[in-house]
Nanobody, 123 residues
């Protein structure tokens, strides 16, 4: 199982830190992806990290504001979001799978999903 934490209500321009941890085992050999789903929209890929090797992937729509990294102490993958905008409001999900580079943004490439966490950007 995946355990998500972080999220909440933040003002525009603020920052948030989302975490995704494995309840059992490690992420070795897997890619951890972050997706989000805004109200009335399809779920979209925002970032991914291949745990073994450290390859990082970012959606062009969030590049420069979203940073994905490893937290070795907590065996977790962290998504840091800066310069938040109202359009970043969504439920954010982490997921684990073994996609190849060309399929890292596809939902179907991931086997396990976190419970989702709400991020609301509003003044």
């Amino acid at each position: 199982h995946l355990l998500q934490s972080g999220g909440g209500l933040v003002q525009p321009g603020g920052s948030l830190r989302l975490s995704c941890a494995a309840s059992e085992g490690t992420f070795a050999g897997y890619t951890v992806g972050w997706f989000r789903q805004a109200p009335g929209k399809e779920r979209e890929f925002v970032a991914g990290l291949r745990w073994s090797g450290g390859n990082r992937y970012n959606s062009d729509s969030v590049k420069g504001r979203f940073t994905i990294s490893k937290d070795y102490t907590k065996n977790a993958v962290v998504l840091e979001i800066n310069s938040l905008k109202p359009e970043d409001t969504a439920v954010y999900y982490c997921a684990v799978g073994r996609p190849i580079q060309s399929t890292v943004a596809r939902e179907g490439s991931y086997y396990y999903w976190g419970q989702g966490t709400q991020v609301t950007v509003s003044s």
